[in-house]
């Protein structure tokens, strides 16, 4: 059975940094694409970085509000995905969730297994 | 905020059938880039539902069905059950001149009466 789970979060003053973990077990981690969404209280999802598996590269790609502040990077031998996020702004509170990338194609990719989230609080 | 559009709520009796729209653009689901769905009950993660526009993974009941056309994708739940009282989201791929990137929808509320 797939399991991720997340860990990090808490509460951290503007212009801080954070950093969050994500636990796996359960399939290959160093095979799979793993990217992170974050979720503001009581709204939307929004996506907020993919990295690919060494194998295919191990490239990383970031949405526009976090690029430059926050780096994806990924330990395969211990399983573990990690979210550093510097200069952090209130506008960065929110759930946070890791997930696997399943693909039909490049462009074709999805959140197919989650996990349960861990709450960044960003606040003076 | 978000480049996909879905209406705040809908709802419906149990047994009913219900549709979610989801309007994009010629940058995401008009350039021929799927849809994934994602269901969200309350207090959890986001499940996913529909992936490649209109494929369950297994496990996802026979009742919830994605389609797709031109710059909209829907996703109808047919027998609509209390259980299914939750967030719904698409998501597609968009690439614009302001850069690339996955993209989810507004969300819906799905309120079974």
């Known amino acids: 059975e797939v399991q991720l789970v997340e860990s990090g979060g808490g509460l951290v003053k503007p212009g801080g940094s954070l950093r969050l973990s994500c636990a796996a077990s359960?399939?290959?981690?160093?095979?799979?694409?793993m990217k992170w969404v974050r979720q503001a209280p009581g709204k939307g999802l929004e996506w907020v970085g993919r990295?690919?598996?060494?194998?295919?590269?191990?490239?990383?790609d970031y949405a526009a509000p976090v690029k430059g502040r926050f780096t994806i990077s990924r330990d395969d031998s211990k399983n573990t995905l990690y979210l550093q996020m510097n200069s952090l702004k209130t506008e960065d509170t929110g759930v946070y969730y890791c997930?696997?990338?399943?693909?039909?194609?490049?462009?074709?990719?999805?959140?197919?297994?989650w996990g349960q989230g861990t709450l960044v609080t960003v606040s003076s | 905020q978000s480049v996909l559009t879905q209406p705040p709520s809908v709802s419906g009796a149990p047994g009913q059938r219900v549709t979610i729209s989801c309007t994009g653009s010629?940058?995401?689901?008009?350039?021929?880039?799927?849809v994934h769905w994602y269901q969200q009950l309350p207090g959890t993660a986001p499940k996913l539902l529909i992936y490649?526009?209109?494929n369950r993974p297994s496990g996802v009941p026979e009742r919830f069905s994605g389609s797709k056309s031109g710059t909209s994708a829907s996703l109808a739940i047919t027998g609509l059950q209390a259980e299914d009282e939750a967030d719904y989201y698409c998501?597609?791929?968009?690439?614009?001149?302001?850069?690339?990137?996955?993209?989810f929808g507004t969300g819906t509320k799905v309120t079974v009466l």
């Open positions: 490649g526009s209109s």
């Open positions: 010629s940058s995401n689901i008009g350039a021929g880039y799927d």
């Open positions: 997930t696997t990338v399943g693909c039909s194609s490049s462009t074709s990719c999805y959140g197919d297994h």
């Open positions: 359960g399939f290959t981690f160093s095979n799979a694409w």
């Open positions: 998501q597609s791929y968009d690439s614009s001149q302001s850069g690339s990137g996955y993209v």
């Open positions: 990295i690919k598996s060494k194998a295919d590269g191990g490239a990383t």
